[in-house]
Every structure is written in C-alpha cells, then in structure tokens.
C-alpha cells in the first residue's frame, strides 16, 4: 500500500530544497511551525487543504507536483551516472546548451541565496 502522506512529504521538501528554502523560513512564509513542516515532511502528518493551497501559492508550483509521485531519489553516483550517459549522447549545440543552462542555475542560485522570489 502507498503511504501518500510520507510521498507528499518528500516532495514538499524536494520542492521547498528546490526553491532554496529552509523549514523555518518556510514555516514562516505558510504560517506554520517548523514542527508542523518538519512532522509533514516526514509523512507522519498529513496537510489540512488550505496549507496545501499556501504551499502551491508560496512555492510556485501547480498542485498536481505534490502528486507527482515519478521521481525517485538516487544517490550522488547515480545522479552523475546519468548525466554522463545524458552528455556521451549529445551533441555538440545540446552541450552549449546544458553549459549554459548550468551556469544560469549557479548564478541565479549566488545572486537569490536566502532569499524568496
């Protein structure tokens, strides 16, 4: 059986981790206590539907992404793994791209640090 709550959980914290954002500052932006966050991540509590319509608003995202249960989480190796494999079959303008796409990324992650968009 599928625990939703604890698939819930990992994804709010992928997305908030996403954003950048700490449990405490998100805690402050939804109007919850980190406590709240933290039992939510963790799958042993699951949201009321208006904190779940405060997470849509303050992470930017469509409800659907809570609900998107696809994504898997690899470790490091697998995680490079894959993007070697991802580079080995490109081509020379698709890798001018990904360069650039990662380095719009790095910048955009040094100009916004702690702070909410």
Do not use: C, W
């Amino acid at each position: 059986m599928v625990d939703v709550a604890k698939i819930f959980g990992k994804r709010l914290q992928q997305i908030r981790k996403m954003r950048g954002l700490t449990q405490a500052q998100f805690a402050e932006l939804v109007e919850l206590e980190v406590s709240t966050i933290s039992r939510i991540e963790k799958g042993s509590q699951y949201p009321k539907p208006e904190n779940v319509n405060k997470f849509v608003e303050v992470l930017n995202v469509e409800l659907k992404e809570f609900f998107t249960y696809t994504f898997v989480e690899k470790s490091k190796e697998e995680i490079l793994q894959s993007i070697y494999s991802i580079i080995e079959k490109s081509t020379f303008k698709d890798l001018q791209f990904y360069n650039k796409m990662m380095q719009l990324h790095l910048e955009y992650k040094s100009r916004y640090k702690g702070r909410t968009l």
